[in-house]
Every structure is written in structure tokens, then in C-alpha cells.
């Protein structure tokens, strides 16, 4: 079993940034990747950001290049997700998820935490 844990949600107004936190515990080994995802009122979750353990190597959904970046610390067993200038459509809970598979598929990973709600006003 992994637990996940997600942080530094809040409120901003547009422009501004925010860091996420992801920190995991136990089995954390067994798991390859940590995404990031995200889920609007009234929308399907969406896949954001992850990142592969073993090397860094990341994937961005096209609606968040060049604005945020998501990073790990292997030491910390944590996975963070940098988010700058941000839109009012980016408004939503956002859930880090562990899996075997570094990919933007959802159903790949395993592992989900409980979200932290960002809002970003205009």
C-alpha cells in the first residue's frame, strides 16, 4: 500500500503561484510514476503533470506547459507541482496518484490522495 498526501492548495487571484506538495509513504518502491491530476466542478478528472521516479523524466498536459513544472525529491519521497501564472480554468481539486506506469492515462494509477482544492479568482 502507498498513502499520499497532498498540500498548498489555497486562494489566489490570477497571475499569481502556488506549490503542491505530494508526500508518500509506504510501498513507495513498488511505484514507478506520480501524476498529477485535476477535477473541475461538473468535469471529468483531468491528467495535469507526472513525473518518473527513477530518472525525472515528465509529461505535461498541453493546457499547462511553460507554466507549471512538476518535480520529486527522492530523499523526501515527495512530488511537487509548481504552478505559475495561473488561470481562473485552472480552479479545481487537483489529487496526486502513484502507479507502475509513467503515463497521462488515469486508470494506470493505483494510488490517489485525497485532494487539495485550488481556486484561482480573476
Known amino acids: 500500500q502507498v498513502q499520499l498526501v497532498e498540500s498548498g492548495g489555497g486562494l489566489v487571484q490570477a497571475g499569481c503561484s502556488l506549490r503542491l506538495s505530494c508526500a508518500a509513504s509506504?510501498?513507495?518502491?513498488?511505484?514507478?510514476?506520480v501524476g498529477w491530476f485535476r477535477q473541475a466542478p461538473g468535469k471529468d478528472r483531468e491528467f495535469v503533470a507526472a513525473?518518473?521516479?527513477?530518472?525525472?523524466?515528465?509529461l505535461y498536459a498541453d493546457s499547462v506547459k511553460g507554466r507549471f513544472t512538476i518535480s520529486r525529491d527522492n530523499a523526501k519521497n515527495t512530488v511537487y507541482l509548481q504552478m505559475n501564472s495561473l488561470k481562473p480554468e485552472d480552479t479545481a481539486v487537483y489529487y496526486c496518484?502513484?502507479?507502475?506506469?509513467?503515463?497521462?492515462?488515469?486508470?494506470?494509477?493505483?494510488?490517489w490522495g485525497q485532494g487539495t482544492q485550488v481556486t484561482v479568482s480573476s
Open positions: 496518484a502513484a502507479g507502475r506506469f509513467w503515463t497521462i492515462l488515469i486508470d494506470r494509477y493505483n494510488y
Open positions: 513525473v518518473r521516479w527513477s530518472d525525472g523524466y515528465t
Open positions: 509506504g510501498r513507495t518502491k513498488n511505484n514507478y510514476a
